[in-house]
């Protein structure tokens, strides 16, 4: 078991990378292509659109193949493209092969979670979850720095390259240490997407999106918060970054055993709360050089304490299509990532500073517990509803 979640490790460190460097190296990508570095944003995003038209349909269409080869056939695809990327020499070749290497992203995080979790000894599903998203939080630690210099240094293209390196190994890796598994679900696709008539998925899809943008609207306007509220050079963002990695993995960590100790929707409404506060504090903490970089590893850790327990929410939400149902999921991360970027920089664009953007991230966060916590309630009226029918 071990040795599979270390391939599936690497198919996360992989997609952390290639998801994460890019912001590193926008103004080399925009002025090798000759645009500007606003359009070269758009990159971002259709990475992200990628994921969440992804997720789903590459779940759905491989749903009859057996697991391990379906994980394989993602990574293959994923490698591809990636590397195409650093070929790419426009801005319409760049964004077509932005879009065709997100398309993967979810699936396998989908796939992989709900694989990971059947790969576990009971009890120990969280853990085996948290241990495949290791490879995203570590990719923030070791790959986007790494992968930021060697693009800043030589080639933004190299950056992508070492992704497909990466993509290489996790291919190797899943051949030889993944075991033969069942096909990913043994229903029929309109059978599967019978998931979709739960209010209860769309909630869980709902505070994903909005709970996790609460860590996003901080994250996206992190580089402006070290140097232009706190004052540091430039230099430190690069190890502010890092910083907030660290914290992100053991923040993954420590949200496996949470959803060990107590249940996993319950996990979450409490990290939820925390990282609402955290953010809240981090407002008015950020003009000090120091606190701001303890807050940045804090609140790091506190965001990826969601990580694990909120895909087994997913997962116990979505019983019989639990890989479409967690791959969904994947896509609320994303949409949280564009939502939460998006409404953080509106106050910053009315001029409220960019610790607003601190706040926003609070507020939704906030908004995240008060969703888990409706979720709780209507679990415990279906409970009751039940008991009822059969008393």
């Keep these: 078991m071990k040795k599979a979640l270390i391939a599936l490790a690497a198919g996360g460190f992989g997609i952390g990378m290639t998801e994460f460097v890019i912001m590193g190296i926008l103004p080399e990508i925009a002025t090798s292509l000759d645009i500007t570095i606003p359009e070269a944003g758009h990159f971002i995003s259709a990475y992200a659109i990628g994921v969440v038209v992804g997720a789903p349909l590459l779940t759905a269409?491989?749903?009859?193949?057996?697991?391990?080869?379906?994980?394989?056939?993602?990574?293959?695809?994923?490698?591809?493209?990636?590397?195409?990327?650093?070929?790419?020499?426009?801005?319409?070749?760049?964004?077509?092969?932005?879009?065709?290497?997100?398309?993967?992203?979810?699936?396998?995080?989908?796939?992989?979670?709900?694989?990971?979790?059947?790969?576990?000894?009971?009890?120990?599903?969280?853990?085996?979850?948290?241990?495949?998203?290791?490879?995203?939080?570590?990719?923030?630690?070791?790959?986007?720095?790494?992968?930021?210099?060697?693009?800043?240094?030589?080639?933004?293209?190299?950056?992508?390259?070492?992704?497909?390196?990466?993509?290489?190994?996790?291919?190797?890796?899943?051949r030889f240490w993944m075991p033969a598994l069942a096909q990913s679900s043994h229903q029929s696709m309109s059978?599967?997407?019978?998931?979709?008539?739960?209010?209860?998925l769309w909630m869980v899809v709902l505070l994903t999106t909005i709970g996790t943008g609460g860590f996003f609207a901080w994250y996206s306007y992190i580089a402006p918060l070290i140097t232009e509220v706190a004052g540091h050079d430039p230099g430190v963002v690069s190890y502010a970054m890092i910083l907030a990695g660290c914290g992100m993995f053991v923040g993954n960590l420590l949200g496996a055993k949470l959803a060990q100790w107590m249940q996993p929707i319950y996990a979450v409404t409490l990290s939820l709360g925390v990282m609402s506060l955290l953010l809240l504090a981090n407002a008015f903490l950020a003009?000090?050089?120091?606190?701001v970089l303890v807050m940045t590893f804090v609140i790091g850790l506190g965001a990826f304490c969601v990580a694990a327990p909120i895909q087994m929410a997913m997962i116990n939400t979505a019983k019989g299509s639990e890989m479409l149902g967690s791959s969904?999921?994947?896509?609320?991360?994303?949409?949280?990532?564009?939502?939460?970027?998006?409404?953080?920089?509106l106050p910053i664009a009315?001029?409220?500073?960019?610790?607003?953007?601190?706040?926003?991230?609070?507020?939704?966060?906030?908004?995240?517990?008060?969703l888990a916590l409706a979720i709780i309630?209507?679990?415990?009226?279906?409970?009751?509803?039940?008991?009822?029918a059969l008393g």
């Design 61 to 174: 269409l491989g749903s009859k193949w057996p697991a391990h080869k379906m994980l394989m056939g993602l990574m293959v695809w994923f490698t591809v493209f990636n590397s195409l990327s650093g070929f790419a020499n426009s801005y319409w070749s760049l964004m077509l092969f932005r879009f065709l290497s997100g398309l993967p992203h979810g699936a396998f995080f989908g796939i992989g979670a709900v694989v990971a979790s059947r790969l576990a000894k009971p009890g120990k599903e969280a853990q085996a979850i948290a241990a495949m998203f290791s490879g995203l939080t570590l990719a923030n630690i070791l790959g986007v720095p790494f992968g930021t210099y060697l693009g800043q240094e030589f080639h933004w293209s190299i950056a992508f390259f070492v992704v497909g390196i990466v993509g290489i190994i996790t291919i190797t890796s899943l």
């Design 191 to 200: 059978e599967d997407f019978q998931i979709l008539k739960k209010a209860e």
């Design 328 to 345: 969904l999921n994947q896509s609320a991360f994303n949409m949280g990532n564009a939502s939460g970027a998006y409404l953080a920089g």
């Design 287 to 291: 003009h000090d050089q120091v606190a």
């Design 350 to 370: 009315m001029g409220y500073g960019f610790t607003s953007a601190d706040v926003v991230g609070a507020l939704m966060a906030f908004a995240g517990v008060f």
């Design 377 to 388: 309630q209507m679990r415990k009226t279906a409970r009751r509803k039940l008991a009822t």
